[in-house]
């Protein structure tokens, strides 16, 4: 194990990351409402951490190993999460518990967008559009570790988007250097959140809001500025922007990478993923609007239609972000929300959740062995665009869906044990794992009453799902640390 | 398709099963507390069902092909569950509702133990005890079925259990002839059912309740012939008796077979799926007893030993027997026991849910990816035994898996949309789905208040869990009707 290659890697990315610390420092100065010392200080104290890890190491430059990978990409969230907690443990105006600054780092950087706050609204403006940055800076890294990095690693059926698949990968082959494809990414990443914060602004934001929205609406984070989350703005389009820019972050980011290169928008025609993903959202949409009608639950068709929309999408892609209490909603809403959850975005978008293409190959193969129980001496294979895909992928895909069950299991019978009720935990299982946000029951809003135990639970839950489960599950495993 | 064949097994099947009428008419001679009349019609009118289908067709002996098997195992739950219900909706001094005597019915025969019927303490004995037969009676078909049938078909990996296995199955290959088989089958059947008739007897039951809870334990079945199930006895030793032969019932029958034949218990002991089951149950009654004694639950260490080791067992190995109200139990030990459900007994065993060999190799497939992670260049195998199994039996245990999961679903947001509130549907949904029995919120003790829609969808989620959900999902598939 190369401990001080590691270690260097880890202290330029703390030393990048503390220049994020400094917009809120400005806000702070231009609002006048606090927070100035807390951001100025947890930058200082960062960079310094950064330099510490880096200097004595800054030679050490070697190629790291497949084992190596795992660490670093553990490292990235563990050690970033922990920076980007300083700021809130720091004592100003506004300051919280150890706990609740890392509950509130994670939850914002792993794009989670559970909090332990509520008077979002009458915070200083620095935490506000931090909070809403550290989601924006996860969604980027979110991206750049599963188009380019986690295939190398082969994480759960993710080495399809490697060689294997056809369609955009096959037609514009991804350029190989991962700070090439990371560089790209991020022009892309960037070009999104602009369009998406001058949509919010024209539709009448003011600025400071737009971009805040932008940035955990593209980083499909939930977090929002106002505690009525996009509800405050009561806008139809509003809305319907949200939902735009959530699909096109629910995308596999790999997708928007071969359009931005081969200027065509033929591929995204053509994936087998975002196709399902596309058809899974409008019949979630039909089946809301259609039971809220039914139900008349609005008055109006409008009002139907918008927040049918709005909730199915939020909740099925798994932003978080409310217009309405969509956990009142009539019959099986709720439930089949919280249950589309699983499926989540693309592998390779903002979005958590099990991933769309593996719920499709799940899906796949339930039907392969229908097809054989009738057909007991034919030859059926798992298709994936026009292309026979290898058993080893779907293998991999069948242990990662393995894995999350058995996690799943464990880490509810552990809220319970930390004071949760049954129904509770289950949705803060949900809203952790699936990287959701809201929950069911007592953190169906938020999670200021669960207990610390609980919250440090949740952070772990948190971490099992936005590292796609085997990333973290291989640290605990004896063959790892071998040899 | 060869209809008439169909129906002429049918047939036989109904006259056969029509003979298990007449032991109730006994009993409501002997104890002269009614259901005379209900039980002979029913017999005379199930004799005259059989008649008139097999009849017909009494010389259609043709050589069915496995699409007709599916066919004809689906027919064999559907057709006795139907004809079993009719001494419940028979108008006598005690009489049902139709969807009642459906419900009662296939809640028996399928061994899941449901119930809509309170009051079983003051029923005709012909009624308490034909309850209890149907259970036994329908044990009897899973074994057969299960151990020689499904595996010809090919359903969920069970094939494992053909010729590809080794253990028991290799030493002394299984009578290739179904008939031969089956009929060791019931001996063994018979054989450990005279012997918990005996334990029961000499424990203290009268041989009336001796003989109808041995009925329900070798089913897994869960009917009692009293309100207060088994904790009416309150007897540590009819508790012990109870967990031993629901364990040995949770044993796969083809064990027992093999042992039967080959007169040496050395099978059981290598036997992976057995040692896994064995293993799950000690671990879970650790668990529910050392959590009752530190939440000092009980007063003396006797009491938390004995409802402990009762429930952890007969929740998890899916009998529903009850002797203390365990949902009420502290932390996480209800819901740690209703999840244990899914994995359930051995496969051909009459206990339900996943079935412990699939949740073995799924869990197997897990660890393999895990090491394929750290060893990308590794090759790993799933072993069973001493052997590795091929990629065709993993694949069908994960499409099996990945049906088990989307019926589950389907059927909690069914139970919802018929009015059951969520946490209830989630019950209703393990208690059926798992032939398990009882569910948790309102259908903890029985489902007298779910509407009719409701005991209906309870009714299909029962067959689904019996028919090791594929056997009735290939019927819904286009490819099945085809040709
Ligand atoms: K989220
Ligand atoms: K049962």
Not at 2 to 8: A, D, G, P, W, Y
Request: charged letters at 10%; aromatic letters at 14%.
């Amino acid at each position: 194990m190369q401990v001080r290659s590691i270690l260097r890697i880890l202290g330029l990315l703390v030393a990048v990351f503390s220049v994020a610390l400094l917009p809120p420092v400005v806000l702070a100065w231009i609002y006048g409402d606090g927070g100035a010392a807390a951001f100025f200080l947890a930058f200082l104290l960062s960079l310094f951490i950064g330099f510490i890890l880096w200097f004595p190491n800054r030679d050490r430059r070697a190629d790291l190993k497949t084992r190596e990978g795992f660490i670093i990409v553990v490292m990235f969230w563990v050690v970033l999460g922990t920076v980007g907690a300083i700021p809130f443990w720091m004592p100003d105006n506004f300051s919280l518990s150890f706990t609740d600054s890392m509950f509130e780092s994670f939850s914002a950087l792993t794009t989670t967008g559970a909090t332990v706050l509520t008077g979002i609204d009458e915070l200083p403006h620095a935490y506000r559009f931090y909070r809403q940055l550290l989601q924006w800076l996860g969604g980027m890294g979110i991206i750049v570790l599963a188009v380019a990095i986690l295939p190398l690693l082969g994480i759960g059926g993710m080495q399809l988007y490697r060689a294997e698949t056809p369609g955009p990968m096959k037609d514009n082959k991804m350029t190989p250097r991962i700070a090439d494809t990371a560089k790209h990414l991020w022009y892309i990443y960037f070009g999104i959140t602009l369009a998406c914060t001058l949509a919010y602004w024209a539709a009448g934001m003011d600025l400071f809001n737009a971009v805040g929205h932008a940035f955990s609406t593209v980083a499909i984070g939930g977090f929002s500025t106002h505690d009525a989350s996009i509800g405050y703005y009561d806008s139809w389009i509003i809305n319907l922007i949200c939902v735009i820019f959530l699909l096109i972050a629910g995308a596999n980011f790999a997708l928007h990478f071969a359009a931005f290169r081969g200027k065509s928008l033929r591929n995204y025609l053509h994936d087998p993923e975002l196709r399902a993903l596309l058809a899974i959202q409008l019949v979630l949409i039909l089946i809301c609007v259609a039971t809220l009608l039914v139900y008349r639950w609005y008055d109006g068709v409008g009002q139907a239609v918008t927040h049918g929309m709005f909730q199915a999408v939020s909740i099925a892609i798994t932003a978080g972000f409310t217009t309405e209490d969509y956990s009142a909603w009539p019959v099986f809403l709720p439930v089949m929300l919280i249950f589309a959850s699983f499926i989540g975005g693309s592998a390779g978008s903002t979005g958590g959740g099990l991933k769309v293409i593996r719920v499709l190959l799940l899906y796949r193969q339930g039907v392969r062995e229908l097809n054989r129980l009738v057909h007991p001496k034919g030859v059926f294979s798992v298709k994936y665009g026009q292309r026979a895909l290898p058993d080893r992928v779907i293998q991999a895909v069948w242990g990662f869906f393995a894995a999350y069950a058995l996690v799943f299991v464990f880490i509810m019978l552990g809220f319970i044990a930390t004071g949760l009720d049954d129904y509770s935990a289950f949705g803060a299982t949900v809203a952790t794992l699936n990287n959701l946000g809201p929950g069911l029951g007592s953190v169906a809003a938020n999670f200021q009453d669960v207990s610390s135990a609980g919250k440090w639970l949740a952070i772990l839950s948190m971490l099992f799902g936005r590292l796609e489960v085997f990333t973290l599950l291989v640290l605990f495993t004896p063959t790892f640390w071998r040899g």
